[in-house]
């Protein structure tokens, strides 16, 4: 049973460009969630999707947007990007109204 | 405004000795704690949760203690392995009527077991 994929492992942009991260959810589970983690912190919650649609957003500015696909599958897309978005993307996937989320490896992004 | 916190950044715990974690909350309207494991360059791995109406959940080597009153739970790992050397984070959740739910997460602990 494969669990939470995340492509790609590593990614590096130049300021101002635009980023798509992939996220591939445990087999079974219906709802993705995005994590950014910066050095030397826990994870913050950026969005969750259920049903193709963006359900709960964290404090995370609109240059940061998603889709989920009728497969459960989710895209993180980052707009102009800066120096400060540098960090460790995580996905999540659960049952919906489950609290138990899993996560994917990461997906490192390097802003430049 | 950090809800929940992890005031121990580390922690080193001879082999075969108890080892336990320390988290504090601060929104009484969480309704379930999560633990979660995380080794450099992996994504973090669920390890034990609990409900906000229980006091205590057991899987194996791993206890978790829940004082709502003190707005406190602590991870107890029995007996400690080199193995379980790894960053340590504690997660609270609360669910919207939506459904949502997210995870709010501590800054982590990181745990040395000793051989």
């Known amino acids: 049973d494969a669990g939470v994929t995340q492509s790609p492992t590593h990614l590096i942009k130049t300021r101002g460009q635009q980023v798509t991260l992939r996220c591939s959810p445990k087999?079974?589970?219906?709802?993705v969630s995005w994590y950014q983690q910066a050095l030397g912190q826990g994870p913050q919650f950026i969005f969750q999707y259920y049903e193709e649609e963006e359900r709960q957003r964290g404090n995370f500015p609109d240059r940061f947007s998603g889709h989920q696909f009728p497969n459960y599958s989710s895209e993180l897309n980052v707009n102009a990007l800066l120096l400060g978005d540098s960090a460790l993307y995580l996905c999540?996937?659960?049952?919906?109204?489950?609290?138990?989320?899993?996560f994917g490896p990461g997906t490192r992004l390097t802003v430049t | 405004d950090q809800q929940v916190k992890q005031n121990s950044p580390s922690l080193s715990v001879q082999e075969g000795r108890i080892s336990i974690l320390n988290c504090d909350y601060t929104?009484?309207?969480?309704?379930?704690f999560l633990w979660y494991k995380k080794y450099p360059a992996e994504g973090p791995t669920f390890l034990i949760s609990i409900s906000s109406i229980k006091d205590k959940n057991e899987d194996g080597r791993f206890t978790v203690f829940l004082n709502k009153s003190a707005k406190h739970l602590s991870l107890h790992i029995v007996p400690s392995q080199p193995g379980d050397s790894a960053v340590y984070f504690c997660a609270a959740s609360a669910f919207l009527r939506t459904g949502a739910n997210n995870l709010f997460f501590g800054t982590g602990t990181r745990l040395t077991v000793i051989p």
């Open positions: 929104n009484s309207m969480f309704d379930y």
């Open positions: 087999s079974g589970h219906d709802t």
């Open positions: 999540a996937s659960s049952y919906n109204r489950v609290a138990e989320q899993y």
